[in-house]
């Protein structure tokens, strides 16, 4: 079974829908992060939590929110979609004692 | 402002050749630095990383060399393999929360 595990792998949505994306992990890590890539740009940093007290914004935190439930659970939400906000989403994961980060296979999301 | 760039976005290497990835980064404060590899239909995969107190780091086919004066750090693959072919990403960290992420290269290897 994968470590990081990311829901749903694909999803389609209209303009102004909520949207959510959930990442688990079980390699009892206590760092998670929210990533999105798109063409040309990379991955960017979105939001990052140390533990399920510690929520802290990136890079290009506007327009989303999140909540860790769990040690072991991080979820992304778009309040409200936009066209832009489409890209691949990632979520990772990192022991506090080494600066590898572990990857999900990724979210494709498109909103119309 | 792109904090880590990778200034080519692709590469074609024959097999058996090197291949030499680069990345500039612009914060002279940044002190680790990584290289993730990415397939398609894959997260990225952490391949090396070296610090800012080293100027080489060595696993195998992988060597990462960091010039901290001109702020260039560079991955070189050799011999190159088919199954290296994939986009890859470097990243840097100031303080070990935040991770910069460059654009990424996509590497051919030609059989």
């Known amino acids: 079974d994968a470590d990081v595990t990311q829901t749903p792998r694909n999803r389609i949505t209209k303009t102004g829908k909520r949207i959510m994306l959930e990442c688990s992990q079980t390699?009892?890590?206590?760092?998670m992060y929210w990533y999105r890539q798109d063409p040309g740009l990379g991955l960017r940093l979105i939001y990052y939590s140390f533990d399920v007290k510690d929520i802290n914004k990136g890079e290009i935190s506007d327009g989303y929110s999140v909540s860790r439930q769990a040690q072991a659970k991080f979820s992304l939400s778009l309040e409200s979609a936009i066209p832009n906000q489409t890209a691949l989403y990632f979520c990772?994961?990192?022991?506090?004692?080494?600066?590898?980060?572990?990857f999900g296979p990724g979210t494709r999301l498109t909103v119309l | 402002d792109q904090q880590v760039k990778q200034n080519s976005p692709s590469l074609s290497v024959q097999e058996g050749r090197i291949s030499i990835l680069n990345c500039d980064y612009t914060n002279s404060m940044f002190d680790y630095f990584l290289w993730y590899k990415k397939y398609p239909a894959e997260g990225p995969t952490f391949l090396i990383s070296?610090?800012?107190?080293?100027d080489k780091n060595e696993d195998g086919r992988f060597t990462v060399f960091l010039n901290k004066s001109a702020k260039h750090l560079s991955l070189h693959i050799v011999p190159s393999q088919p199954g290296d072919s994939a986009v890859y990403f470097c990243?840097?960290?100031?303080?070990?929360?935040?991770?910069?992420f460059g654009t990424g290269t996509s590497l051919t290897v030609i059989p």
């Open positions: 390699k009892g890590h206590d760092r």
């Open positions: 070296i610090s800012s107190i080293k």
């Open positions: 990772a994961t990192r022991a506090a004692s080494t600066d590898t980060q572990y």
């Open positions: 990243a840097a960290s100031a303080t070990g929360n935040q991770f910069y």
